[in-house]
């Protein structure tokens, strides 16, 4: 029986070139020897990676964040979420950082829901949601926002009604999709406490804990 389980490979490349570099994200074109033997083109985005994650409160709500994003060109209703700047940063920290950020709001309990690659035919990001529970207020004061996040709206969803928002093709963001869809799955299987600790090894960025 074939075992259904993602698994590591890296091909030959024969030539690489990198013709974009921007501020977060750059553009690779690696000529790659296929299995016959032939040689072919593939341009995609090196990306850093991101960190998203699933904030529940005690009623079952969500913490959503609608935000403009321009080149899909729409308001989104999205989850906290953001990238991992610093090399070899350990995600649960990062996702700490951005919910404070984002939310304003910290968590007590953290587990992973699941593990992503967002677009694996033409950009390398991977990105590792997070549930967070136990909900409370952050110290301090709120984080300054500017450009697009400086017209965000806020919102507490119930869980349901996100998923049936996914379903009805009115939510789009990936990050929430997903994170919403697995949350939900965890629930009517073996619950939360089965999820996967926190600082669980994550090979497509590894970090030290």
């Given at each position: 029986?074939?075992?259904?389980?993602d698994s590591a490979?890296?091909?030959?490349?024969?030539?690489?070139?990198?013709?974009?570099?921007?501020?977060?994200?750059?553009?690779?074109?690696?000529?790659?020897?296929?299995?016959?033997?032939?040689?072919?083109?593939?341009?995609?985005?090196?990306?850093?990676?991101?960190?998203?994650?699933?904030?529940?409160?005690?009623?079952?709500?969500?913490?959503?964040?609608?935000?403009?994003?321009?080149?899909?060109?729409?308001?989104?209703?999205?989850?906290?979420?953001?990238?991992?700047?610093?090399?070899?940063?350990?995600?649960?920290?990062?996702?700490?950082?951005?919910?404070?950020?984002?939310?304003?709001?910290?968590?007590?309990?953290?587990?992973?829901?699941?593990?992503?690659?967002?677009?694996?035919?033409?950009?390398?990001?991977?990105?590792?949601?997070?549930?967070?529970?136990?909900?409370?207020?952050?110290?301090?004061e709120r984080f300054?926002?500017?450009?697009?996040?400086?017209?965000?709206?806020?919102?507490?969803?119930?869980?349901?009604?996100?998923?049936?928002?996914?379903?009805?093709?009115?939510?789009?963001?990936?990050?929430?999709?997903?994170?919403?869809?697995?949350?939900?799955?965890?629930?009517?299987?073996?619950?939360?406490?089965?999820?996967?600790?926190?600082?669980?090894?994550?090979?497509?960025?590894?970090?030290?804990?």
């Amino acid at each position: 029986m074939t075992t259904i389980k993602d698994s590591a490979e890296q091909w030959e490349v024969r030539a690489t070139e990198t013709p974009f570099v921007g501020n977060k994200t750059s553009v690779r074109t690696d000529d790659v020897v296929m299995p016959d033997g032939s040689v072919a083109r593939r341009d995609f985005q090196v990306h850093p990676g991101s960190v998203a994650v699933v904030p529940l409160d005690a009623e079952g709500r969500v913490l959503l964040l609608k935000q403009y994003r321009h080149p899909v060109g729409m308001k989104l209703w999205e989850i906290p979420a953001g990238l991992l700047d610093i090399p070899g940063e350990n995600p649960l920290h990062a996702a700490q950082r951005e919910l404070y950020e984002e939310v304003h709001v910290k968590a007590e309990d953290w587990r992973v829901l699941t593990d992503v690659y967002t677009t694996p035919g033409g950009c390398s990001e991977a990105v590792r949601i997070f549930l967070a529970r136990d909900l409370s207020e952050a110290d301090g004061e709120r984080f300054v926002v500017e450009d697009e996040e400086a017209d965000m709206e806020f919102a507490r969803v119930p869980l349901q009604d996100l998923v049936r928002g996914v379903l009805a093709g009115e939510l789009h963001n990936n990050c929430l999709v997903v994170g919403v869809l697995s949350l939900a799955a965890a629930l009517a299987g073996d619950g939360v406490d089965a999820l996967r600790p926190a600082e669980a090894q994550w090979p497509a960025r590894p970090f030290e804990a």
